[in-house]
């Protein structure tokens, strides 16, 4: 490991975090929202560890998935990144230069850098403001006058998105909800920005709308060299969508490498569970896949269960381990380290399974049915 | 209404009538706008120990037909045509009074939201305790017993403990799992389940689905599953109807539908999933445009303005004749006017090779 000056002083780089090329680097990020109590003064009484020791970078024009169930801290990882949040502890670099401790005004000249866009864009679409307004916002907060004018420069981007620009006085309630992602999309890209958070892009819009979103966002990175933190549930978009996929759990990330790796070779036990959850539209290779079921609910990030936070819900824990080993699970934090080149598992037992994503078209061919 | 005249080709067999038939079943809502054709002219059938899926877009009509089997338009402006046969019976002209009797008994409903099924104000074991009453003349004691018993069924920890938990101390997951539990508490033979899964992890879908097909096997019961999700369907269905602009436009078994589709709506959904079992393809295929308005549903073919294989077909059929739903092979009907080997040919030249 080597050493950077950090905002804390001299801290450990994780080597997740380590490269030199990278965009954005976050080094042992954690966000803990206090727990109050008491009636005069409030004092914490706990906290909730929604993002307990992140890392990793983004290269510029990358695309970097975030996974994992909900709760286990991806929006909040993408709120500190953006800084509509602040962070507990930890590095975030932007272009080489520490962004975690920066005040409202210091960020401001970064903002146009780093966008984020959300799930529901109409939440973040004010109702009462025609479209044209809403994308031309960060011309105006920023006091940056487009060459041709604002108007002109708002046309070109919601034509870009794939919206007429002359609807450009219509209302957000007007736009359906792939539209409305458009939208979002055409004012994040306003002033340009290096890098896009986007969490939760098209989860709630229908599959064939979905497409229609997911080859613009890919056409946008291509002609602007942008680089997408890309947050989802949805496995298989991020297969499609990512370079490389982070796996999240109870706000550790458990697994991190290339695509093409997680989805061929996934050594996490959680990342297995997942992967082996998502149904696949192949009747005869549901049929014969391994479901690994996990038990029981997700843990608390107030009080998250002790070594690794997995191990009440790990299948391998459960099935395969040793009493000696199962110990050592309890007893010992698995930190996020390099397994494989550029693979790094948050594992004591990890397995690299080559059966889980069915990632490979051999066998179809012979199954379908003549 | 249009040209829907035709003879109702239900791929039912014609030696025996079904647990449940639905022909040509129609919802459609007057409102100020003008006249929302929810579901329109829409026919399938299930057996005991099947599941069906209707899969389709949001707004393409599967929980309004959904509510239709429930009974639940019954007394508003809904105007609802066709049949729906159960046991013997038409739902479609039964009286509230006599669907009421049904309703929680021999057919049960669970839905995305728990929390639109279970009161806040009541705990959860009162709640299923209550619906078993309803239709069971028990003491409380026994009816508490038996809360018991299905809440351990589904999988619900500590049941005699969770029995006096209110809803909003459950997880999402175990909401599911209390919701189940209380639809099939009176043991009924047809389970509709309107997109059960569409809120949870896929983890906790992963066990949702398992805990119903364990459910199936063991009471023998029909299950309607409303989904939009084809990996889902692939999953757990043995029959489909795939839904666009409130019509069956595809229905057949599930191999037919994920190995041999026919419908150019059907394959466009194929296309435009990003998928995790095959090789990862450059570029997704979308279907362009967006789902029809119900109010100024496009002539001809539904899926017309959308449709990207309109030139297989001769003059302007596809945009001024309304194609019906024609059996293509015993239990696998399609709703398109391309030829069927021109179809066939299509989808295994082009399509097929693309996914
Ligand atoms: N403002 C907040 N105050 C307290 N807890 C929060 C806050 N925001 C999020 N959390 C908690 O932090 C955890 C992670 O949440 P989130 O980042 O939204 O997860 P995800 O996006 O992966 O679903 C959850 O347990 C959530 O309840
Ligand atoms: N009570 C109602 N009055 C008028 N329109 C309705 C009513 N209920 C549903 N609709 C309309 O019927 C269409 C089908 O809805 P629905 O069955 O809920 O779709 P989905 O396939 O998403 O379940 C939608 O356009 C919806 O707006
Ligand atoms: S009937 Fe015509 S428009 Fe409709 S799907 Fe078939 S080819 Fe396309
Ligand atoms: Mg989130
Ligand atoms: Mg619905």
Known sequence: MTTIQSADGVAPIHPAADDPDALLAVNDLKVHFPIRRGIFFKRQVGAVKAVDGVSFSVRPGETLGLVGESGCGKTTTGRAITRLIDPTSGSIRFEGQEVARLGRSQMRPLRRQMQMIFQDPYSSLNPRHPIGTIVGAPFRIQGVEPEGGVKKAVQTLLERVGLNPEHYNRYPHEFSGGQRQRIGLARALALQPKLIVCDEPVSALDVSVQAQVVNLMEDLQDEFHLAYVFVAHDLSVVRHIADRVAVMYLGHVMELTDRDVLYTEPMHPYTHALMSAVPVPDPAKENRRERILLKGDLPSPINPPSGCVFHTRCAKYREVLSDAEKERCRGEVPVLETKRPGHFVACHYPEARQDIALAEDAGVEGETVA | ?355
């Open chain 2, 1 to 355: 209404m249009s040209v829907t005249e035709a003879p109702d080709r239900t791929p039912s067999p014609s030696t025996h009538t079904a647990f449940l038939e639905v022909h040509d079943l129609s919802v459609h809502f007057p409102t100020e706008d003008g006249l929302v054709k929810a579901v329109d002219g829409i026919s399938f059938a299930v057996e005991r120990g099947e599941t069906l899926g209707i899969v389709g877009e949001s707004g393409s009509g599967k929980s309004v037909t959904s509510q239709a089997i429930m009974g639940l338009h019954k007394g508003s402006r809904a105007r609802v045509s066709g049949q729906i046969l159960f046991e013997g019976r038409d739902l479609v002209r039964i009286r509230e009074e006599e669907m009421r009797l049904l309703r929680g008994k021999q057919i049960a409903m669970i839905f995305q939201d728990p929390l639109s099924a279970l009161h806040p104000y009541y705990t959860v074991g009162n709640q299923i305790v209550e619906a078993y009453r309803v239709h069971n003349d028990v003491s409380k004691q026994a009816a508490k017993k038996r809360t018991i018993e299905m809440l351990d069924r589904v999988g619900i920890p500590n049941p005699d403990s969770r029995f006096s938990d209110y809803p909003h101390q459950f997880s999402g997951g175990m909401r599911q799992r209390a919701m189940i539990a209380m639809a099939l508490v009176c043991d009924p033979h047809l389970l509709i389940a309107d997109e059960p899964t569409t809120a949870l992890d896929v983890t906790v879908q992963a066990q949702i689905l398992e805990l119903m097909k364990d459910l199936q096997r063991e009471f023998d019961s029909a299950i309607i599953l409303i989904t939009h999700d084809l990996g889902v369907v692939a999953e757990t269905c043995d029959n489909v109807v795939v839904m666009y602009g409130g019509q069956c436009v595809e229905y057949g078994g599930v191999d037919d539908i994920f190995y041999k589709p026919e419908m150019p709506y059907t394959w466009g959904l194929l296309t435009s999933m990003p998928r995790m079992d095959r090789t990862r393809t450059e570029r997704l295929n979308p279907i362009s445009g967006q789902p029809p308005s119900l109010i100024n549903v496009p002539s001809g073919c539904v899926f017309n303005p959308r449709c990207a294989y309109r030139e297989h077909v001769p003059g302007d059929a596809c945009v001024t004749d309304h194609p019906d739903l024609l059996e293509v092979v015993p239990q696998h009907a399609v709703r398109c006017h391309i030829d069927p080997d021109v179809r066939r040919r299509i989808w295994s030249e082009q399509i097929r090779p693309s996914l």
